[in-house]
């Protein structure tokens, strides 16, 4: 079953707009985490942000947050002002403490329009 | 600081022929490590994680297989490359529960794969 979903394959966003990337997830453990990662062309895996499930507020990372829902298993990733070089591949990760692996989701390609 | 290589960059196989690639972690101890593949455009696959010397959890049956000779030493090996092997591999390492850093994984520069 997949444990990661992040249902919009691809993006197009005007320049210096607020982008909101989606990402369920589905798990049994009451202890994990949720990670987001930037991957440019270049092919390097940019860590962004974390979510403890225990977590009380919201992450928070200069342009980036991390909208937690958890009741509906939801941890959007929110980029306010959009720039031309946050262009590229985003991934949605989780750890599930039990077994210490880190799943990641298919990934959503976001285009930033000038 | 922590620091993670991999080796070789890039790599050009045959069908039929060995693999061996290399990940190595430094500047830390008892690091939980993974091994990552993502096909062309696509998401990564999880394909072995360790959580320590000799102890290797394999998430996808399939002709790979991986081990850890040392504590910071995370190896991924075949004896025989297929087409669908293709891809670029990731290496990445995490701080054990616990640690200050626990809530971050980093990565390797990746290995891209091409089997001919």
């Known amino acids: 079953a997949q444990k990661i979903t992040q249902t919009q394959p691809g993006m197009f966003v005007q320049e210096k707009e607020a982008v909101t990337l989606d990402c369920t997830y589905d798990?049994?453990?009451?202890?994990?985490?949720l990670f987001w990662y930037k991957q440019p062309s270049s092919g390097e895996m940019i860590f962004l942000i974390y979510q403890g499930s225990y977590d009380q507020q919201n992450a928070t990372e200069g342009r980036y947050s991390l909208n937690f829902q958890k009741a509906r298993k939801s941890a959007n990733l929110v980029i306010s002002a959009s720039q031309l070089g946050d262009s590229a591949m985003y991934f949605c990760a989780m750890r599930e403490l039990r077994d210490d692996k880190i799943i990641f989701g298919k990934g959503t390609r976001l285009h930033i329009l000038p | 600081s922590q620091t993670i290589h991999q080796w070789p960059a890039t790599l050009v196989q045959p069908v039929g022929s060995p693999l061996s690639l290399e990940c190595t972690v430094e500047?830390?101890?008892?690091?939980?490590l993974y091994w990552y593949r993502q096909a062309a455009g696509r998401g990564l696959q999880l394909l072995f994680y360790?959580?320590?010397?000799?102890?290797i959890s394999s998430e996808v049956p399939q002709n790979l297989s991986a081990s850890r000779p040392q504590d910071r030493q995370f190896i991924l090996s075949s004896k025989k490359l297929l087409l669908s092997d293709s891809g670029f591999y990731l290496c990445?390492?995490?701080?054990?529960?616990?640690?200050?850093?626990?809530?971050?994984?980093?990565f390797g520069p990746g290995t891209r794969l091409t089997v001919l």
């Open positions: 990445a390492w995490s701080p054990l529960p616990g640690r200050r850093t626990y809530n971050e994984q980093f």
């Open positions: 798990t049994s453990d009451p202890s994990y985490g």
């Open positions: 360790s959580v320590g010397i000799g102890q």
């Open positions: 500047g830390t101890s008892n690091p939980n």
